[in-house]
């Protein structure tokens, strides 16, 4: 069963590496809810703890129960939506702070985008390791495919997928928390899989999959989101598995660069068509 303790009745031992304080509760590091109360009972706020960490929502109400706050943290830093309620129950505001921090203590996981050209009956597959702030990519990963399979009309998964996988090969998997692909994770609001819904089945679910599609793809509506970024008006369409698609939207939209594509992204895509 959860705990829920007061924070007066917690220890405060030190700060974590977030700067924030680290609770304990009956000498060990404290994993549960931490919550406080009205005077007429009603509760105030609840933060959700794990191992002496703030690890998960972070909620304020009004004393009629209604929900006046909502945000994410580990580690003292934000991630995710942080949204907020006027007591009439109407949302007044909202920011996305970025995804969950990727760190166990130290580590940070990087995000591999994945971009291929094809030349006759070969391509050129070209993939950047980078951290969501990165202006250029901290590491690029460039191969020849030969051999490549012929081009199907609705199967062109299976052209793409092998070069993509042989990437990925070259890359830790243990150290990547992402993958973007240059296409569709779905191919109709049914949820059939395309490229990326392809992806991250031959990995087994471990690995969330983020598609960037420059055009649309017709009967998806309900599982893409238009994107636009910069002065552009012309959206890419962002799906996404194993992770909430407008967190994946978000995400997109906020990667570094003025323009449409991002730049790193964009630098994929220039690298694979050069020689």
């Not at 793409?160 to 996988?165: D, G, M, N, R």
């Not at 392809?198 to 509506?221: D, H, M, Q, R, S």
Request: net charge negative; with cysteine.
């Amino acid at each position: 069963m959860e705990l829920r303790i007061l924070y007066d009745d917690l220890q405060l031992n030190g700060f974590d590496i977030g700067g924030g304080p680290y609770f304990f509760y009956e000498g060990i590091p404290f994993t549960g809810t931490i919550v406080e109360y009205y005077n007429g009972g009603g509760i105030r706020c609840e933060e959700e703890v794990k191992d002496g960490h703030k690890d998960g929502a972070q909620r304020e109400y009004y004393e009629d129960g209604k929900k006046k706050t909502e945000g994410f943290e580990q580690y003292n830093s934000p991630y995710g939506f942080f949204r907020e309620w006027n007591e009439s129950g109407d949302l007044t505001s909202q920011y996305y702070f970025g995804p969950k921090p990727n760190f166990n203590g130290t580590l940070r996981k990087k995000i591999l985008a994945i971009d291929i050209y094809y030349l006759e009956d070969a391509a050129k597959a070209v993939g950047a390791l980078f951290y969501w702030d990165d202006v250029i990519a901290a590491q690029t990963i460039s191969l020849g495919v030969d051999n490549i399979e012929p081009y199907v009309p609705g199967e062109f998964y299976k052209r793409e997928l092998p070069c993509i996988l042989k990437v990925i090969e070259q890359a830790d998997l243990e150290q990547i928390d992402l993958i973007i692909v240059d296409g569709n994770v779905y191919i109709d609001n049914e949820g059939s899989y395309g490229l990326g819904g392809k992806l991250w089945e031959a990995l087994g679910g471990k690995i969330p999959v983020i598609g960037v599609a420059k055009t649309f793809f017709k009967n998806t509506e309900e599982k893409v989101i238009p994107v636009e970024r910069g002065q552009s008006k012309n959206p890419l369409y962002v799906s996404a598995i194993g992770m909430d698609t407008l967190e994946a939207s978000e995400l997109i939209k906020s990667m570094k660069g003025e323009h449409r594509m991002p730049d790193i992204l964009k630098y994929v895509d220039t690298l694979t068509k050069e020689a």
